[in-house]
């Protein structure tokens, strides 16, 4: 699965699949719904930040969905990626509390995927709980060899969602692009920083991570 290819078929917030003739059964029905939406939408009007590591750091709110319209009884990989979300890298103006163009982006990291560490596992166990990638991390290294999530500090980024259906058949590969769904959340773009620049997105993360209250003075994603 390490060579898979995912193409840009993507469904937005939550909406079935859109070409949905082209999809296997078994996954054109599927629907999925980000779990703590309205803290995603808080922090996306003041400009969501994620700290990038060189060891790794753990996404804060953490990638939560919930999902319906699978077949209960076959097999699926989920997985995250991360795209550029514009061809830019970005500054903070502390004077004006926004984000501006600094100029061209820089030169592309390589793209990695994160695997839920359940994958693969059958329809009806993705089906009953929330999914969480509470293991996934992002890391500015790239020298990297843990597996995280590349990004460049201070550009844009987009984690989209993807569900692949396991296809038993001998000749699967014949139906890669029918046997998978893209699912993206807007509100879910982030900003990759090695250290907090908007202070109200700090207060924010302090405030709304139940495991912060041992941490109101230290580094808020250290939890």
Not at 147 to 174: A, C, E, K, T, W
Not at 175 to 183: G, L, P, Q, S
Not at 187 to 211: D, M
Request: proline share 5%; with cysteine; hydrophobic share 40%.
């Amino acid at each position: 699965m390490g060579h898979l290819s995912i193409a840009d078929d993507t469904a937005h917030e939550g909406a079935v699949a859109s070409d949905k003739c082209a999809k296997a059964p078994q996954v054109a029905g599927i629907k999925v719904q980000l779990e703590m939406s309205a803290l995603w939408q808080q922090f996306d009007q003041l400009g969501m930040e994620m700290i990038v590591t060189k060891a790794g750091r753990r996404m804060f709110p953490t990638f939560q969905v919930q999902i319906s319209g699978m077949d209960p009884t076959a097999e699926y990989v989920l997985l995250m990626d991360f795209i550029p979300v514009d061809n830019k890298r970005y500054r903070y103006a502390f004077h004006s509390s926004s984000w501006l163009v600094a100029g061209r982006a820089d030169a592309v990291v390589p793209g990695r995927v994160h695997f839920h560490p359940d994958s693969p596992a059958r329809g009806a166990q993705w089906m009953k709980q929330t999914v969480s990638f509470d293991q996934l991390k992002l890391t500015n290294n790239l020298l990297d060899d843990n597996g995280h999530i590349m990004l460049n500090s201070m550009h844009r980024y987009q984690p989209r969602f993807h569900v692949v259906y396991v296809d038993p058949r001998h000749d699967s590969h014949h139906y890669v692009h029918r046997n998978f769904v893209t699912f993206t959340f807007r509100e879910t773009r982030f900003t990759a920083v090695t250290a907090y620049q908007n202070h109200r997105i700090t207060q924010l993360k302090i405030a709304s991570n139940p495991f912060a209250k041992g941490f109101r003075t230290s580094d808020p994603d250290e939890w």
